[in-house]
T-cell receptor, first 113, second 112 residues
């Protein structure tokens, strides 16, 4: 049973480009969570999705950031017009249900140059 | 005041020592408490999961929750060099288990 799979593991983008981060949850998990970890900072919740629905996006920046979890395929975190401050590690976690513990992937490290 | 406070360390101990890691929090609604271990450039790995107050033991690890003091601890007995990592406390109020409030993490180094 593969764990939470994130790709790419490393992503370099120039300022103004778009970044697309993908997350495939564990088999049987329909709940996905995205977190951001800035250098020397703890993990910060961004968004919680179920298939085809955004449940809680209270941690998402109001502009340039969006997330989806389509019926088929991985969850996508999309960052438009990236800026240097977007450089961070982005982690995805999945769980089989709201009341169950979430398991984290290995993260995507985004560097904006 | 931040919701969750955690001493960032770094903490350096000799092999075999007992390690004590702590977090304090301000939200009295928190009732689920977790400790994660994160190796450098890896994802967080769930170590301990506790509900409400009390102790929970798993091998060399013991988690304690004192809700009256809003204080949680993780003890590591007979520490090993392989325990060297950053330890993150996390908690929530019982809503979605994936929507967690994390501490900044304590970096632990266990010297052989």
């Amino acid at each position: 049973n593969a764990g939470v799979m994130q790709n790419p593991r490393h992503l370099v983008r120039r300022r103004g480009q778009e970044a697309r981060l993908r997350c495939s949850p564990m088999k049987g998990h329909s709940h996905v969570y995205w977190y951001r970890q800035l250098p020397e900072e703890g993990l910060k919740f961004m968004v919680y999705l179920q298939k085809e629905n955004i449940i809680d996006e209270s941690g998402m920046p109001k502009e340039r950031f969006s997330a989806e979890f389509p019926k088929e395929g991985p969850s996508i975190l999309r960052i438009q017009q990236v800026v240097r401050g977007d450089s961070a590690a982005y982690f995805c976690a999945s769980s089989p249900g709201t009341e169950r513990q979430a398991f984290f992937g290995q993260g995507t490290r985004l560097t904006v140059v | 005041q931040k919701e969750v406070e955690q001493d960032p360390g770094p903490l350096s101990v000799p092999e075999g020592a007992i390690v004590s890691l702590n977090c304090t929090y301000s939200n009295s609604a928190f009732q689920y408490f977790m400790w994660y271990r994160q190796y450098s450039r890896k994802g967080p790995e769930l170590l301990m999961y506790t509900y409400s107050s009390g102790n929970k033991e798993d091998g060399r690890f013991t988690a304690q929750v004192d809700k009256s003091s809003k204080y949680i601890s993780l003890f590591i007995r007979d520490s090993q060099p392989s325990d060297s990592a950053t330890y993150l406390c996390a908690m929530n109020d019982g809503g979605s288990q994936g929507n967690l409030i994390f501490g900044k993490g304590t970096k632990l180094s266990v010297k052989p």
